[in-house]
């Protein structure tokens, strides 16, 4: 009840006043028939206000014909029915008293023909499309996102949920692929971090949800695909903008972001250049007991960041049906890190008994630098399209880490041991790709094929140091370097055809070929390992079937097969120091998650989205905690494959206008988890448990000019990584905005 309480506050500042909005409304209906007496369904109706002709509410009218404006103050107004086809019925000089409840009766619409000159068309995206195969979070625009940055904008996103460890999950399920425009990010762990938090928000457009790709995407990931679309100027001529942004907090941050675009008709060009610099606090408290020693930690950490960023790409239109086109993007950061870390150590039947405290601030120095390049070709038939594309990147990470430890008496007064370490863990990404994706009509459908080659290369070196009056003599017990090459071939098809005016159906099958070695190069001949090898076929079948049961209805079933392969940081088997009391090592022999994923989601007036999902991993791939051989006081960290979890999952997403001026978006997602494995030790894992994610944006157009947001997000307590309960987070975002000379300058608080 506490933890549902806290979730219920967050909604509060957005909702409270929505309900008592509702009271001494008014509300106008009525039916729409033709002239021969039959209804009129999903016309267009809309009220505006005699005063100034401003969009009161608007509505389409049901199967019937019949229609209700509800929520509408007292006022004077003119009603507009539109339908394709039939002339626009216009009914003038509409009073409506407080709480009066108007019937307009049966309204007749006449058939008609005009001939349309000239149309401009003002639009504003909702904050959420949901799409029959994604569910698209807009951001640009959004005030609360300014200051942010790409892992804060996912934390937001529906059905996203990031624990204290920056790891990511969609609909309850580990396991994303993360792409920026359309291309697979090849990081994970702390590299992804890092990445996400160098892209501001003020550079991202938009965020694509995909929880169950089809045949044309990579089978790699089981919750599917965050794909975040970054800002892209598609006006003709020259235009530009800057955004500058200060965040004031326990760490100040400051980003400034500066866009530049031509274009004309054979050629397009675009760029932009940015720079972040803030700070990030955490402070985490640990209580852990096993072997009958007790230990509590209490970390606390301050990270400095700076990051600069570039991103160029140029489009040449050959003709009216072929591109060609290249992207160039860069990002370099630097990072200066302190933890500073104390823990108690005690027996466990006496936790109030003090043996020794270990003290450590260890410090690191931290230099990123990721580079992307895409070359793009694409022609649009008239009934056919081809697209090629060809893409490299390079992301390396350079950092030195300083780590003293001093173990102290009970009393603190006195210095017992001394142990100083460094370390060295430089990583080197290359990653190359080619595709073709083709589509042609076929059999009254659409058939698409492709294929797709990709080879990433990751060179991982650790070199350990002890550490003695400053000097640093390298250990090489501790030291090692992992390579890491995977090269993947894959094929897919893919048919989809409208079977008749209410069904649609789509069948794909993927087909994927890995090989991948990993290969340890210690530098002591006795700790020497053989290489990894890992050679599979695996296929992923695909399939969907919508039913539009009405215009303002649809129902959607789909299902998928997906894999997440272990990557190097996981397959190293060599034994790594995090901490003086921490530890960590690879598993080899790990395999593949494998999961099946089923959805029914139904959506009506194209917005509002409610789906049941149900997935079952094989084999996932989790983190299992226990105590060092050599020192029994110690945390060692490895991987392990579970036998299944199995995820059950609700996901409801309601935008709506509580008036003309206060538009809503409520997110729910609701999940039961059940995690099983059994082990030749005798070790079993049986843990289930419910989790829930509530996000809330309230959006109010107010006088003069000025618009407000109020957002927030709860997430309830659950299991992360099949073994691990986490506890509650939540958070809460105001935001104003006001726009000036003519919306060329917008200012945001």
């Given at each position: 009840m506490r933890h549902l309480s806290s979730a219920l506050l967050i909604l509060f500042c957005g909702l409270l006043c929505s309900f008592a909005s509702l009271q001494a409304q008014s509300s106008l209906s009525g039916v729409l028939e033709d002239a021969d007496g039959t209804a009129v369904s999903f016309a267009t109706i809309a009220l505006y206000s005699s005063q100034d002709s401003s969009l009161v509410k608007a509505e389409t009218s049901k199967d019937d014909g019949s229609f209700e404006l509800q929520s509408v103050p007292a006022g004077t107004y003119y009603l507009l029915a539109r339908f394709l086809g039939m002339a626009d019925l216009k009914i003038p000089d509409i009073s409506l008293n407080v709480n009066e409840g108007k019937d307009l009766g049966k309204l007749t619409m006449s058939s008609g023909a005009f001939e349309l000159e000239e149309a401009v068309v003002v639009t504003k995206r909702n904050l959420l499309e949901v799409k029959p195969d994604r569910t698209v979070f807009n951001v640009e625009g959004t005030i609360n996102a300014v200051g942010g940055n790409g892992m804060d904008l996912l934390r937001k996103a529906p059905g996203v949920v990031i624990d204290n460890n920056d790891n990511i999950s969609v609909q309850s399920r580990s396991g994303v692929l993360v792409y920026v425009d359309g291309k697979r990010l090849p990081l994970s762990g702390d590299e992804l971090s890092a990445y996400l938090r160098s892209l501001t928000a003020e550079q991202i457009d938009r965020i694509d949800i995909i929880t169950n790709p089809g045949a044309k995407y990579e089978?790699?990931?089981?919750?599917?695909?965050?794909?975040?679309?970054?800002?892209?100027?598609?006006?003709?001529?020259?235009?530009?903008?800057?955004?500058?942004?200060?965040?004031?907090?326990?760490?100040?941050?400051?980003?400034?972001?500066?866009?530049?675009?031509?274009?004309?008709?054979?050629?397009?060009?675009?760029?932009?250049?940015?720079?972040?610099?803030?700070?990030?606090?955490?402070?985490?408290?640990?209580?852990?007991?096993?072997?009958?020693?007790?230990?509590?930690?209490?970390?606390?950490?301050?990270?400095?960041?700076?990051?600069?960023?570039?991103?160029?790409?140029?489009?040449?239109?050959?003709?009216?049906?072929?591109?060609?086109?290249?992207?160039?993007?860069?990002?370099?950061?630097?990072?200066?890190?302190?933890?500073?870390?104390?823990?108690?150590?005690?027996?466990?039947?006496?936790?109030?008994?003090?043996?020794?405290?270990?003290?450590?601030?260890?410090?690191?120095?931290?230099?990123?630098?990721?580079?992307?390049?895409?070359?793009?070709?694409?022609?649009?038939?008239?009934?056919s399209t081809l697209n090629i594309d060809a893409d490299w990147g390079s992301f390396s990470k350079d950092a030195d880490n300083e780590q003293p430890n001093e173990y102290l008496d009970p009393d603190t007064e006195e210095v017992v041991f001394v142990a100083n370490k460094a370390f060295e863990t430089p990583v080197d990404i290359d990653i190359y790709s080619f595709k073709i994706d083709y589509e042609v009509p076929v059999a009254g459908g659409q058939l698409g094929l492709g294929t797709k080659l990709s080879k990433v290369v990751t060179d991982n070196t650790f070199l350990f140091y002890d550490v003695d009056q400053g000097l640093r003599a390298q250990n090489d017990f501790r030291s090692n370097r992992f390579k890491y090459d995977e090269n993947v071939y894959a094929g897919y098809l893919n048919y989809s055809r409208k079977i008749n005016d209410k069904w649609s159906s789509s069948f794909g099958l993927r087909v994927e070929r890995t090989d991948a070695t990993g290969d340890l190069q210690a530098f002591l001949e006795e700790l020497q390992e053989p290489p990894v090898e890992l050679e599979y076929t695996s296929f992923f079948p695909s399939a969907g079937l919508t039913y539009q049961a009405a215009p303002m209805h649809a129902f959607n079933w789909s299902y998928g097969r997906r894999i997440n392969r272990p990557d190097y940081n996981v397959l190293n088997p060599f034994r790594a120091q995090i901490s003086e009391l921490s530890f960590i090592k690879g598993n080899p022999f790990l395999a593949p998650e494998i999961v099946n994923n089923i959805s029914l989601s139904y959506t009506y007036a194209y917005a509002f989205n409610f789906s049941l999902s149900y997935s079952k991993t094989d084999d996932k791939i989790t983190?299992?905690?226990?105590?060092?051989?050599?020192?029994?006081?110690?945390?060692?960290?490895?991987?392990?494959?579970?036998?299944?979890?199995?995820?059950?999952?609700?996901?409801?997403?309601?935008?709506?206008?509580?008036?003309k001026n206060w538009s809503s978006y409520i997110n729910f997602n609701l999940a039961r988890k059940d995690n099983q494995a059994s082990y030749d030790d005798g070790s079993i894992i049986d843990l289930q448990a419910w989790e829930y994610n509530i996000y809330t944006q309230q959006s109010y157009r107010l006088p003069k000019g000025f618009t407000a947001e109020i957002s927030g997000w709860y997430s309830g307590p659950g299991i992360w990584g099949g073994v691990f309960e986490f506890d509650p987070s939540f958070s809460l975002d105001l935001g104003l905005q006001k726009k000036f000379f003519s919306e060329q300058l917008v200012a945001k608080l």
């Amino acid at each position: 009840m506490r933890h549902l309480s806290s979730a219920l506050l967050i909604l509060f500042c957005g909702l409270l006043c929505s309900f008592a909005s509702l009271q001494a409304q008014s509300s106008l209906s009525g039916v729409l028939e033709d002239a021969d007496g039959t209804a009129v369904s999903f016309a267009t109706i809309a009220l505006y206000s005699s005063q100034d002709s401003s969009l009161v509410k608007a509505e389409t009218s049901k199967d019937d014909g019949s229609f209700e404006l509800q929520s509408v103050p007292a006022g004077t107004y003119y009603l507009l029915a539109r339908f394709l086809g039939m002339a626009d019925l216009k009914i003038p000089d509409i009073s409506l008293n407080v709480n009066e409840g108007k019937d307009l009766g049966k309204l007749t619409m006449s058939s008609g023909a005009f001939e349309l000159e000239e149309a401009v068309v003002v639009t504003k995206r909702n904050l959420l499309e949901v799409k029959p195969d994604r569910t698209v979070f807009n951001v640009e625009g959004t005030i609360n996102a300014v200051g942010g940055n790409g892992m804060d904008l996912l934390r937001k996103a529906p059905g996203v949920v990031i624990d204290n460890n920056d790891n990511i999950s969609v609909q309850s399920r580990s396991g994303v692929l993360v792409y920026v425009d359309g291309k697979r990010l090849p990081l994970s762990g702390d590299e992804l971090s890092a990445y996400l938090r160098s892209l501001t928000a003020e550079q991202i457009d938009r965020i694509d949800i995909i929880t169950n790709p089809g045949a044309k995407y990579e089978a790699e990931g089981n919750a599917g695909i965050l794909d975040i679309r970054l800002k892209r100027n598609k006006n003709h001529g020259t235009n530009g903008s800057v955004s500058v942004s200060h965040s004031i907090g326990q760490d100040p941050r400051s980003n400034i972001n500066i866009a530049l675009n031509y274009r004309n008709e054979k050629f397009s060009t675009f760029g932009n250049i940015g720079l972040a610099d803030g700070g990030y606090t955490q402070r985490m408290y640990f209580q852990n007991t096993q072997f009958g020693n007790y230990m509590a930690q209490d970390v606390y950490t301050n990270e400095q960041r700076t990051n600069g960023n570039f991103r160029w790409g140029a489009d040449y239109f050959i003709d009216k049906k072929q591109t060609i086109g290249f992207i160039v993007s860069g990002n370099k950061g630097d990072m200066d890190q302190l933890n500073t870390d104390r823990t108690t150590i005690g027996k466990a039947n006496q936790i109030s008994v003090i043996d020794s405290i270990l003290s450590a601030e260890h410090s690191s120095i931290v230099e990123t630098n990721n580079y992307t390049a895409n070359l793009n070709y694409v022609r649009n038939g008239e009934k056919s399209t081809l697209n090629i594309d060809a893409d490299w990147g390079s992301f390396s990470k350079d950092a030195d880490n300083e780590q003293p430890n001093e173990y102290l008496d009970p009393d603190t007064e006195e210095v017992v041991f001394v142990a100083n370490k460094a370390f060295e863990t430089p990583v080197d990404i290359d990653i190359y790709s080619f595709k073709i994706d083709y589509e042609v009509p076929v059999a009254g459908g659409q058939l698409g094929l492709g294929t797709k080659l990709s080879k990433v290369v990751t060179d991982n070196t650790f070199l350990f140091y002890d550490v003695d009056q400053g000097l640093r003599a390298q250990n090489d017990f501790r030291s090692n370097r992992f390579k890491y090459d995977e090269n993947v071939y894959a094929g897919y098809l893919n048919y989809s055809r409208k079977i008749n005016d209410k069904w649609s159906s789509s069948f794909g099958l993927r087909v994927e070929r890995t090989d991948a070695t990993g290969d340890l190069q210690a530098f002591l001949e006795e700790l020497q390992e053989p290489p990894v090898e890992l050679e599979y076929t695996s296929f992923f079948p695909s399939a969907g079937l919508t039913y539009q049961a009405a215009p303002m209805h649809a129902f959607n079933w789909s299902y998928g097969r997906r894999i997440n392969r272990p990557d190097y940081n996981v397959l190293n088997p060599f034994r790594a120091q995090i901490s003086e009391l921490s530890f960590i090592k690879g598993n080899p022999f790990l395999a593949p998650e494998i999961v099946n994923n089923i959805s029914l989601s139904y959506t009506y007036a194209y917005a509002f989205n409610f789906s049941l999902s149900y997935s079952k991993t094989d084999d996932k791939i989790t983190r299992l905690l226990g105590p060092d051989d050599l020192d029994p006081r110690a945390t060692f960290l490895s991987w392990d494959n579970l036998a299944t979890e199995t995820v059950i999952s609700f996901n409801a997403s309601v935008p709506f206008d509580i008036t003309k001026n206060w538009s809503s978006y409520i997110n729910f997602n609701l999940a039961r988890k059940d995690n099983q494995a059994s082990y030749d030790d005798g070790s079993i894992i049986d843990l289930q448990a419910w989790e829930y994610n509530i996000y809330t944006q309230q959006s109010y157009r107010l006088p003069k000019g000025f618009t407000a947001e109020i957002s927030g997000w709860y997430s309830g307590p659950g299991i992360w990584g099949g073994v691990f309960e986490f506890d509650p987070s939540f958070s809460l975002d105001l935001g104003l905005q006001k726009k000036f000379f003519s919306e060329q300058l917008v200012a945001k608080l």
